[in-house]
């Protein structure tokens, strides 16, 4: 095994190509959590499912179109936050799946505290 681990490596850098595997998530919504989109008008559910796309592309990375943040006060698993305008979202990840726990309009003060 040890000698085709080092061929492998060789041949890696011979050809210099590397083969780059990413992991894709899928975004499951809680009942609550999509009781609140369907209750939301046509425009801001539209803008709060295109966050949703693109946040199952690394729910992990803050960047443009991602505000991520860890949740203070989180253990196992660690929630994260979404923040999309006025609204929130919370959600862990395990493996491959993105849930969704919760979707709200943050509303003066701590919003957090609340939920």
């Known amino acids: 095994m040890i000698g085709e681990n080092i061929k492998a490596q060789k041949d890696k850098m011979n050809t210099g190509i590397e083969a780059v595997h990413e ?3 899928t975004a499951m919504l809680s009942p609550a959590a999509r009781k609140c989109l369907d209750g939301l008008d046509n425009k801001r559910a539209k803008n709060i499912k295109k966050h949703l796309k693109e946040l199952e592309k690394d729910p992990f990375k803050p960047r443009a179109g991602c505000d991520i943040d860890i949740v203070a006060g989180s253990d196992r698993p660690p929630m994260y936050r979404l923040r999309i305008g006025e609204f ?3 959600y862990f990840v395990e ?5 969704v726990t919760e979707l709200f309009l943050k509303r003066r003060g701590s919003a957090y505290k609340e939920h």
């Open 88 to 90: 929130r979202v919370t």
């Open 95 to 99: 493996g491959n799946e993105i849930y």
């Open 23 to 25: 992991m894709t998530y």
